[in-house]
């Protein structure tokens, strides 16, 4: 079996979808994509294609490391995207070739079902509570919220104090045992992180997310000195390199490596690994489409320190299309009680739709992360 061909599709709301076709007639998809810089992603990706056309697609290690130590510059989120959204396809062509769903193939079963939870709130965090209940309503366990907005290196304790609020408001309404994730997303400097995390620490949350950006991980010493909250983060980190000294310095709790960036399925394997040897947990990172889910899905069911996956249904970023748009089993996704089943078809078990992809990407899309300030017309972190 040989690869033939490399098939690119930008689609709504923000996602790059990949199509790898075999002489054998079995295709497999997977999501290159960097939230902003598609476009950036997808000339890597054609990059690329050259050292895979002619290849079996069945030596994934062997073209990963080829792709990865194969250019003299190595890692960042776009080279990685690449690689992740090329690997993701290479397992569900190889699951489909041997008739087997993808969590087989990295060691089977580690548990029956995946732990999920959802977003409330938006970008800007509002009625949370009220979100939160629904939420709970439809059976999820848990819930994740931005923390603040625009947040100053020193900045007023009363943007502090609407953070404490609105948390207090969901452990009030939904009890002491409802999962709270608290996403500091990077837009918080390491001075106003170790007060909120301090405030923070009645309420309990499940865990706080990305307190600093991971250039300043460092700050995570400080950080957990001043909380018993478990600290959480990794979506802007890549590779097991990337994660190497994160994990010997011990301040983390919990790493959420994307697989569409990190560098795939076995490289979030080979992380989650790492991990467990530090009493680490593993809750993957995933605001993405239908073929990271199913990724991250199926590593979950094989990794004994996983405990919690995220998942975009629904999310403030999905305007116009939503995950279930591009499938054509969205049993798939069936959540219930907070749960959802591991896929059992061949490859990562999702069906996807393929004329709509194709009617999708003729709309496209050139989605930006906004840009933020602060009063005095400085950059925000967003």
Not at 65 to 86: D, E, H, N, W
Not at 219 to 248: N, S, V
Not at 316 to 330: S, V
């Amino acid at each position: 079996m040989k690869i033939t061909k490399l098939s690119l599709y930008k689609v709504p709301p923000r996602w790059l979808f990949l199509r790898i076709e075999t002489d054998e007639g079995i295709s497999g998809w997977g999501e290159p994509v960097v939230e902003g810089r598609a476009e950036t992603v997808k000339a890597a990706v054609e990059e690329l294609s050259s050292l895979l056309i002619g290849r079996n697609p069945n030596d994934i290690e062997d073209l990963w490391q080829t792709m990865y130590r194969g250019g003299f510059y190595r890692g960042g989120p776009i080279l990685m995207s690449a690689i992740s959204g090329i690997e993701q396809a290479l397992w569900d062509i190889k699951g489909k070739y041997y008739n087997i769903p993808v969590y087989e193939m990295l060691g089977g079963k580690a548990r029956q079902k995946v732990k999920l939870y959802s977003w409330v709130g938006g970008d800007r965090p509002a009625e949370v509570a009220a979100a939160a209940i629904e939420k709970q309503q439809q059976g999820f366990q848990a819930i994740k919220m931005n923390a603040s907005e625009e947040m100053n290196y020193i900045d007023d304790f009363s943007k502090v104090e609407a953070v404490i609020e609105r948390v207090a408001s969901i452990r009030e309404a939904l009890g002491k045992d409802f999962g709270i994730g608290v996403d500091f997303h990077g837009r918080i400097h390491k001075t106003m992180a170790k007060t909120l995390v301090k405030e923070l620490e009645p309420f309990r949350p499940m865990f706080i997310e990305e307190p600093v950006l991971p250039e300043n991980n460092e700050a995570l010493r400080d950080i957990a000195l001043h909380t018993t909250c478990p600290i959480a983060t990794g979506e802007r980190m890549y590779t097991r390199w990337g994660f190497k000294q994160l994990l010997q310095d011990g301040y983390v709790d919990i790493i959420q490596p994307d697989l569409s960036h990190t560098g795939g399925i076995l490289e979030g394997k080979k992380i989650a690994a790492m991990a467990e040897a530090y009493d680490v947990a593993i809750a993957p990172h995933c605001p993405l489409g239908p073929m990271t889910l199913a990724s991250s899905i199926h590593l979950d069911a094989t990794t004994p320190n996983f405990i919690i996956q995220e998942q975009s249904l629904g999310i403030h970023y999905n305007e116009g299309m939503d995950i279930l748009d591009y499938i054509t089993n969205p049993e798939v996704f069936r959540y219930e009680n907070g749960y959802v089943n591991i896929p059992d078809s061949p490859g990562l078990g999702i069906h996807i739709n393929e004329e709509k992809v194709k009617e999708a990407a003729v709309i496209g899309h050139d989605w930006k992360n906004p840009i933020w300030r602060h009063e005095d017309g400085s950059i925000a972190e967003w």
